[in-house]
T-cell receptor
Framework: EAQVTQNPRYLITVTGKKLTVTCSQN?????MSWYRQDPGLGLRQIYY???????DKGDVPEGYKVSRKEKRNFPLILESPSPNQTSLYFC????????????????FGPGTRLTVL | QKEVEQNSGPLSVPEGAIASLNCTYS??????FFWYRQYSGKSPELIMF????GDKEDGRFTAQLNKASQYVSLLIRDSQPSDSATYLC?????????????FGKGTTLSVSS
């Protein structure tokens, strides 16, 4: 089954304790992205990656790191989490090809609900 | 700053009615347009995409695109209570150039039985 997986799905942690949220896709997509979603603010992009070893900042990158060492994996790292990073996080992936019938829709993971105390 | 605007709602319609959701975007270079449905606490799921001016129908859903007016809409016919969700409009300029999918903040739809 084609899917994007995220782990953990729920996490409660304390300020300053480093954490990693994993993201993996099995569709051989080049493009992967991390979003956070907060009430009233919608989906905001944190980081994205066009391919292995190619990453770039989105709209709200402060306090986050990413890496793309393998095509299928795109972990999100919070080196020193703070309460303002409490949010619902989504990973997504997209096929970057072109041609008839290709519309580059994003496929989303199930989400990770993070609470930082 | 590229923007996608949607009315936050809630949009309330009775069961069986037509729900009309609207979206405007700021970047004339946008090429692809998507409607996602998101239930509370769940991930967005794609329900429609459109890239040419005009209408595109898929079951009870019709997407309408007017690039000259920079306007996208989603019509849901015969609305059902299960359609109650937040609908996100998203536009894309060109992934190959490294541009991102830009999302609106979503419109909450409530269908009453």
């Amino acid at each position: 089954e084609a899917q994007v997986t995220q782990n953990p799905r729920y996490l409660i942690t304390v300020t300053g304790k480093k954490l990693t949220v994993t993201c993996s896709q099995n569709m051989n997509h080049e493009y992967m992205s991390w979003y956070r979603q907060d009430p009233g603010l919608g989906l905001r992009q944190i980081y994205y990656s066009m391919n292995v070893e190619v990453t770039d900042k989105g709209d709200v990158p402060e306090g986050y790191k990413v890496s793309r060492k393998e095509k299928r994996n795109f972990p999100l790292i919070l080196e020193s989490p703070s309460p303002n990073q409490t949010s619902l996080y989504f990973c997504a992936s997209t096929y970057l090809g072109s041609g008839t019938g290709v519309y580059n829709e994003q496929f989303f993971g199930p989400g990770t609900r993070l609470t930082v105390l | 700053q590229k923007e996608v605007e949607q009315n936050s709602g809630p949009l309330s319609v009775p069961e069986g009615a037509i729900a009309s959701l609207n979206c405007t975007y700021s970047d004339r270079g946008s090429q692809s347009f998507f409607w996602y449905r998101q239930y509370s606490g769940k991930s967005p799921e794609l329900i429609m995409f459109i890239y040419s001016n005009g209408d595109k129908e898929d079951g009870r859903f019709t997407a309408q695109l007017n690039k000259a007016s920079q306007y996208v809409s989603l019509l849901i016919r015969d609305s059902q209570p299960s359609d109650s969700a937040t609908y996100l409009c998203a536009v894309n300029e060109d992934y190959q150039a490294g541009t991102a999918l830009i999302f609106g903040k979503g419109t909450t739809l409530s269908v009453s039985s």
